[in-house]
């Protein structure tokens, strides 16, 4: 633990200038690359997906919270590959989150807002809409992108493409910082849809703990020249945490900063 903590010391500079920080020379593996190209192509092309500013997204939402499910209606905000909110309206008032690259809140009906470890943002942005991370992850040069090979998801063979922020031993001797940013996109290997996006998210006091975080998508759907799932599911450590289904979905109404405070 001696070695681990001023690596998590580091981690709000970490945040603010992970652009402009030392790296190591990245890995980008020509097939992995390859892959995440078709999957941008399948999705609309890279041209309509840039052209995404940010999007709205009305639909339902199931929280599944100690055995019990809990529906409710959900709006869905999200801003470019960071900047990601949904407001539940949940029989008890309404629950909302936010969540954007190194910072996040949440509020339950009637409570205070409160924040998100920064540990835990990294990865929150854009969770309905994964290609625009995809298009992200092929034009950030500064990102490792490993092709890990085939294997069965629900009986699809599936892609494996691990990414992570390359940086030097200088400023991540432990490789604690990179780990905190790597991800793996499952990709069908005949459709190039995005089933599946796993991380890891972490109790709020332990950085270094890592806790299994995927997000599912199926339901896929040709809006505004950009193919995009309406079904969501978030599961940690296995568990079901909550299933979105999209009605509708619309691009560039114009949201700002505001649109994503509580």
Request: glycine residues 8%; hydrophobic residues 40%; contains cysteine.
């Amino acid at each position: 633990m001696r070695l681990m903590r001023p690596a998590l010391l580091l981690l709000p500079t970490f945040l603010i200038s992970i652009a402009v920080a030392a790296q190591q020379p990245p890995r980008r593996d020509p097939e992995a690359v390859a892959i995440l190209t078709q999957c941008l192509n399948a999705a609309g092309g890279a041209q309509a997906l840039t052209a995404v500013r940010d999007f709205s997204a009305p639909g339902t939402i199931i929280y599944f919270w100690a055995g019990k499910e809990v529906q409710g209606r959900a709006m869905i905000r999200g801003r470019g590959t960071n900047d990601f909110r949904v407001d539940a309206n949940l029989p008890e008032g309404t629950r909302s989150w936010v969540g954007s690259f190194g910072h996040g809140s949440t509020r339950d009906p009637g409570g205070p807002v409160k924040a998100i470890p920064a540990h835990n943002t990294l990865n929150l942005g854009a969770l309905s809409f994964p290609q625009l991370k995809v298009a992200a992850v092929v034009n950030n040069s500064s990102l490792s992108i490993q092709y890990v090979g085939l294997v069965d998801l629900n009986g699809r063979r599936t892609y494996v493409i691990h990414v992570k922020q390359a940086l030097s031993p200088s400023v991540d001797p432990d490789g604690i910082l990179s780990h905190l940013t790597a991800m793996d996109f499952l990709i069908d290997s005949t459709t190039y849809e995005i089933l599946l996006v796993r991380d890891t998210v972490h109790p709020d006091d332990n950085a270094t703990q890592d806790l299994v975080h995927e997000v599912e998508f199926s339901d896929y759907r040709l809006t505004n020249s950009c193919v995009v799932p309406f079904s969501i599911t978030e599961r940690v450590n296995g568990q079901r945490t909550w299933t979105i289904q999209l009605s509708a979905i619309r691009f560039n109404a114009g949201l700002t900063d505001s649109d994503f405070q509580l």
